[in-house]
């Protein structure tokens, strides 16, 4: 069992930044694909970015967040992060922090096997 616990959402006016953390309690962080999910009300979970390591990390990004979300993991301190710049209205949701085997297709919500509580990000305009 893994347990994810997220910090670090809030409330930012649009333009701004925020900086999301995923601390994981495994010894195994390394073998596991890191992914931040998230979800608005009334619509469903999207998927946001993803770290895969394998050595070396390979990292994706829905299309909405590329360029503005960057995605980092931190092997030696179980710790994912989501650095959020540039953040719009329509970035607002709650965020969830994932792990999932190594070879899953990483987009795809229903391929991790842990979850966070998730994190409240709100944009104001």
């Known amino acids: 069992q893994v347990q994810l616990v997220e910090s670090g959402g809030g409330l930012v006016q649009a333009g701004g930044s925020l900086r999301l953390s995923c601390v994981a309690s495994t010894r195994t962080f390394n073998w596991y694909t890191m992914g931040w999910f998230r979800q608005a009300p009334g619509k469903e979970r999207e998927f946001v970015a993803a770290?895969?390591?394998?050595?070396?990390?390979?990292?994706s990004y829905a299309a909405s967040v590329k360029g503005r979300f960057t995605i980092s993991r931190d092997n030696a301190k179980n710790t994912v992060s989501l650095q959020m710049n540039n953040l719009k209205p329509e970035d607002t949701a709650v965020y969830y922090c994932a792990a999932g085997p190594s070879a899953i297709v990483p987009a795809r919500w229903d391929e991790y096997d842990y979850w966070g509580q998730g994190t409240q990000v709100t944009v104001s305009s």
């Open positions: 770290s895969k390591w394998n050595g070396a990390n390979f990292n």
